[in-house]
């Protein structure tokens, strides 16, 4: 298994063919999830982070998220992809909040998949620290009463991920308000 470093420095470069796969629409669900797995994964390497935002991966990423219907496992890796670059650009986070992504990914925060929620939680919370707009979109996206299922799961890393989530959207009063009404009180 190759490591990071090598596949940073791998000839011929493997981010824009990865890039080209995750947006090509000839390519079957199951091609287009693997290659949103391996940028998510590839942009664990601080070397090839900094090389897909030359190449506009968060675009391409934000494409899948928006514009395709966007399968649960799928769903999860371009999450991770779009968390690890907005985590480390706030130039891409609001990139991504702009695009209105807080709308499509605030009812995934209801999905049956625990990968889905935590990374779904993690890139809405990201964008929510830098977007007011976001933190709007979350709620009036139905996705306050997912976040109150993820602050009472009996899991610590869904719940960690809903707390999260929770502490931006209580940035903005009308949101914080709302989180109490749809009762995030009581679990914390």
Known sequence: EASLPALAR????????TLALLQS??????????AARALALMLD???LRRDA???????????QLLEQPCPDAQLEWVCGALTRLCADDERAAREVARAGAAFVLAPSLGSPS?????EASALLAIIAAVDSDARTQTAEGGGLPH?????????PQTRDAGLGLAR????TPRCASALVDAGAAAPL
Do not use: I
């Not at 791998?10 to 063919?17: I, Q």
């Not at 625990?114 to 935590?118: D, I, L, N, S």
């Not at 931006?168 to 940035?171: D, H, S």
């Open 147 to 155: 976040v109150v299922a993820l602050l009472r799961s009996r899991t």
């Open 45 to 47: 390497d601080d070397t």
């Open 10 to 17: 791998a000839e011929p470069p493997l981010l824009p063919p």
């Open 114 to 118: 625990a990968a889905v929620k935590e």
């Open 168 to 171: 931006e959207l209580a940035r």
């Open 53 to 63: 935002v030359g190449l506009d991966a968060t675009a391409a990423l934000c494409d």
């Open 25 to 34: 629409r000839r390519a079957s669900t199951e091609a287009r999830t693997q």
